[in-house]
């Protein structure tokens, strides 16, 4: 039986994610926002927690993990870079680390760049990867504590996974990020009618994650910086790769 993959809208624009394999009964949790959101969602299953994975220090992705741990004994696995700055661990991993979940392997990427020690977990079985503030739907995290050369870098690890991975990112910001992208290429046609659907989604109040990394490629501005159109685009045509990422997410953090 393939992996359930399950979002769980949590805070004011948090997600969270359950991964579920019903061979086993185990389920994964990746960040925990809050407790009472994931909870609910695990009694309605009828789910128990066996890990908590956990993607960046950020109080909006650990806040759940003391409460849920305590509920279900669940196993913590983070960043070993990041120990310092997370909930007790049970297991600390790294980049190309990999390890078993319910019998399915789960891939370690450092993603640092909004926070250094960020991870992210790709699970091939659930063709899917969990990024987090890293790559988002439409957008990528602000650079509070590495560079623009770190985080275009960590995207770059993630562009070239297979295109129809699901990308499971952290927040509701994709509306907000459609209009930043419109600005950097108001002509690309792809961009502009996924900017209509998530309109369309919003106005239902329908989540815009997960998206498709093949989504992101043709219309996520910040997985674009290499691209002849988008450095001509933002009058760069010549200019280096993460140079272009640069300018992107500083014209981003002023819009
Ligand atoms: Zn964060
Ligand atoms: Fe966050």
């Known amino acids: 039986m393939p992996l359930e993959i399950v979002t769980v809208p949590c805070l004011a624009d948090n997600y969270a994610f359950l991964i579920h394999s019903s061979d086993t009964g185990k389920t994964a949790l990746v960040d925990a926002p809050e407790a009472a959101a994931i909870s609910a969602e695990l009694a309605r299953r009828g789910w128990s927690l066996s890990h908590i994975l956990i993607t960046h220090h950020h109080g909006d992705h650990i806040d759940g993990v003391e409460t849920l741990r305590a509920a279900s004994g669940a196993r913590v696995v983070g960043a070993a870079a990041d120990a310092r700055r997370l909930p007790r661990l049970d297991l600390t991993v790294a980049e190309g680390d990999r390890f078993a979940f ?38 990528c995290g602000r650079l509070f504590e590495g560079s623009a050369e770190q985080m275009w870098a960590s995207l770059s690890k993630l562009a070239v996974l297979p295109p129809e991975t699901m990308v499971c990112s952290g927040h509701e910001y994709t509306a907000a990020n459609a209009k930043f992208a419109l600005t950097v290429e108001p002509g690309n046609a792809a961009l502009i009618a996924r900017a209509k659907s998530i309109a369309a989604a919003r106005a239902s109040g329908t989540p815009t994650v997960p998206s498709t990394l093949a989504e992101e490629l043709a219309t996520n501005p910040f997985l674009r910086a290499h691209l002849s159109e988008v450095k001509a685009a933002i009058g760069m045509q010549g200019a280096g790769d993460a140079e272009c990422f640069a300018e992107i997410r500083a014209r981003k953090d002023r819009f």
């Not at 370690?108 to 977990?121: E, Q």
Request: proline residues 0%; negative net charge.
């Open 102 to 139: 319910a019998g399915h392997e789960v891939q370690v990427f450092d993603v640092s760049g909004h926070t250094i020690g960020h991870i992210a977990y790709y699970i091939a079985d659930a063709n899917a990867v969990f990024t987090a503030d890293s790559l988002m739907a439409l957008g």
